[in-house]
């Protein structure tokens, strides 16, 4: 028996290929429950990208409703979410191209559509059991040269000519219209411009007229400066939500016409709103509710007595959780461990039990290869603490040589108002498994630690994210854990706007990789889609007035103090952050002779989905900080090529 071989980090021969992150893998996404059925979204690269619906019986027979080409996603907000509902085995699904809704009848595989076929798309749907009609929000694209339009409307089920009834209206966005289950009452939540959902919206109260539309309504919490999230109604017809009144968002339940906290709590049981039909809890009862809630970036679980107040902690063995549903004696959720593929779980609210329904892949590799997220704190400026995920280099078949340090990759999430997990990911293994150590930045803004970290991005957008994600580098430079002189950044969307950042007006990173990264605040604030478009307000400045401050944070204004290389990767049909954005900074890296090198694809919108594209993307990326970093990879990959190297 031999021992492990000698080969420098980044060198090693790791298990888990490009291909691997996304052969025979889903991605597991929406979850309800009607009846003893459970229905989910999936999400597969293989076709494309296509997202469909699956149901399993309680038989545990699994079923694929969406038959292809129908592509089960909305484009509501762009981000989407919340794309299907169902009623007594009925689903109601929005279809990608075109945006209408469509009905499927169980047992029938010919989808038909309910909506007209104009510019109208459609999110979050529920049912009004008792006046036989669907409730969701509307995004009105027909008006040409205009800025889409956001309701609440009612649909006929059977087919709906009009495209819906408005029944809210006159805010700039909507999310989450539930219905008592009484059938009298609605409740929903309503932001404007220029806040975002997190930082203040509002939860409104309705009822229903004899004739089906909102009569009295009232604000009943939130506001410009208060965040709510996830209003739901507990079966005994009480209206619970999350609010952050404490600088956490907890849970409440309106009663006697007050907010009154379920259980107080430094961690948070609420995620930013980016898309529709998130659920962080659901009640198995009137008397019992499961809930998850996150502390320095770790979920639990717990079932919560509604009545008390008293929370009892379910041991499971995972630490990120989505898609929190429940049945009687049951919780259904997505779930995520530091060592195993992501699953769709059906959880014992007594034992702790845990029943796998579908796992998002069938990880193949022995367990000794997994580098597990370790937690970490870290000083950063204002002498202040940010947070991450390290991952320490991982391949029980290799060491480096004796002194030689591993290469660090840092990985600057998107968002920014979003956060990372210490869940397992194939695309962290990949580095991991190759001898590359990586750190995960939750960076200040990020969600998860309470709302005064989450606003430390206020007005410091391009600043706080980037000295967090060097000071964390530096960190584990000076833990000994990673080569100073060999430290890589990456990121996507806002990611790689924090990415391009770091490189342009700092001299800590060697090289670097942005994936449809902003380079020009100015043209994302010109040139966005509703929703985003006035994010920057809150993070930047007003535009117009400060526009002196997007000059100063966009990286592509002052490529003179650029002195690495960059590799871009941008999809073709990105609204989000057009292909203009990469391909201004790859022209001025051109011009410096830097290093750079620029890989478009066709299809891919912002975030790729197709599975040809991110096994090139990131075999690309290991190539091109091969060339850079000065090691060789283990496989052969296809050549990237490389301009000025």
Not at 8 to 25: H, I, N, Q
Not at 525 to 539: G, I, L, N
Not at 630 to 637: E, K, N, R, V
């Amino acid at each position: 028996m031999t021992g492990p071989k000698v080969a420098p980090y980044g060198s090693w021969k790791s298990p888990v290929s490009a291909e691997m992150l996304v052969a025979d893998r889903v991605g597991l996404g929406q979850v309800l429950v009607d009846g003893d059925d459970i229905y989910w979204s999936e999400s597969r690269p293989q076709e494309r990208g296509r997202q469909t619906v699956m149901r399993r019986s309680p038989d545990g027979t699994i079923r694929e409703l969406v038959p292809s080409p129908f592509n089960a996603r909305t484009r509501v907000h762009e981000y989407g979410g919340a794309a299907f509902t169902v009623w007594d085995g009925t689903l109601f699904f929005s279809n990608f191209a075109g945006g209408r809704l469509h009905r499927l009848d169980n047992g029938d595989t010919d989808p038909r559509p309910i909506t007209p076929e104009v510019e109208l798309r459609y999110a979050d749907a529920v049912i009004d059991k008792s006046r036989s009609r669907l409730l969701c929000v509307r995004e009105d694209h027909t008006a040409t040269g205009q800025e889409a339009t956001n309701t609440i409307v009612a649909l006929d089920p059977d087919g709906d000519p009009t495209g819906g009834t408005v029944l809210v209206e006159g805010c700039n966005f909507y999310s989450s219209p539930r219905i008592s289950p009484d059938g009298a009452h609605i409740a929903w939540l309503q932001w404007n411009h220029p806040n975002m959902p997190w930082d203040g919206c509002e939860l409104w109260l309705g009822d229903f007229d004899p004739q089906g539309r909102v009569a009295s309504r009232m604000k009943v919490a939130g506001g410009a400066t208060e965040a709510i999230c996830q209003p739901e109604w507990s079966p005994d017809g009480l209206l619970y939500f999350i609010d952050e009144q404490t600088g956490w968002w907890n849970l409440y339940r309106r009663q006697d016409g007050k907010a009154i906290p379920l259980h107080p709590m430094e961690a948070e049981f609420g995620v930013p709103h980016w898309v529709f039909g998130t659920s962080t809890y659901a009640f198995e009862s009137a008397q019992r509710m499961v809930c998850t809630y996150g502390r320095t970036g770790v979920w639990g679980m717990a079932v919560l007595d509604t009545g008390t107040g008293e929370m009892r902690e379910l041991n499971t063995p995972f630490t990120d959780f989505s898609q929190v549903r429940a049945m009687p004696g049951y919780a259904v959720v997505v779930a995520g461990s530091p060592s195993d593929d992501t699953v769709l779980a059906r959880i014992n609210l007594d034992s702790g039990a845990v029943e796998t329904l579908k796992k998002s892949g069938n990880l193949q590799i022995s367990k000794d290869y997994i580098s597990v997220a370790e937690p970490i704190e870290f000083p950063t400026e204002g002498r202040r603490t940010a947070y991450g995920f390290y991952y320490a280099p991982k391949n029980p078949d290799f060491v480096a040589p004796e002194g030689e340090k591993p290469p660090l990759l840092v990985m600057s999430h998107g968002g920014p108002t979003s956060s990372t997990s210490g869940a397992l990911s194939l695309r962290t293994q990949y580095w991991t498994g190759r001898g590359i150590a990586v750190l995960d930045v939750n960076y200040g803004g990020s969600t998860g630690y309470g709302r005064e970290y989450r606003h430390r991005l206020d007005g410091q957008w391009g600043i706080v994210d980037v000295d967090d994600c060097i000071n964390g580098a530096l960190y584990l430079v000076r833990q000994g854990l990673a080569d100073g002189n060999r430290l890589a950044i990456r990121g996507g969307s806002a990611g790689g706007f924090t990415t391009l950042n770091a490189l342009t007006f700092h001299n800590v990173f060697h090289v670097g990789a942005s994936y449809f990264g902003v380079a020009d605040l100015e043209a994302l604030a010109q040139d966005t889609h509703k929703f985003e478009s006035r994010y920057e307000d809150s993070m930047v400045g007003p535009y117009p007035e400060r526009r002196d401050l997007y000059v100063a944070r966009s990286a592509v204004h002052h490529t003179d103090q650029l002195s690495c290389p960059i590799i871009f990767f941008q999809g073709l049909d990105d609204k989000v952050v057009p292909p203009s954005q990469s391909q201004m900074m790859v022209n001025a890296l051109k011009q410096k002779g830097l290093p750079v090198a620029y890989i478009e694809f066709e299809g891919e919108g912002h975030g790729f989905r197709q599975a040809q594209n991110i096994t090139r993307s990131t075999e690309a990326e290991l190539y091109f900080y091969s060339k850079i970093l000065g090691f060789t990879p283990a496989d052969p990959i296809e050549p990237v090529e490389i301009i000025n190297l």
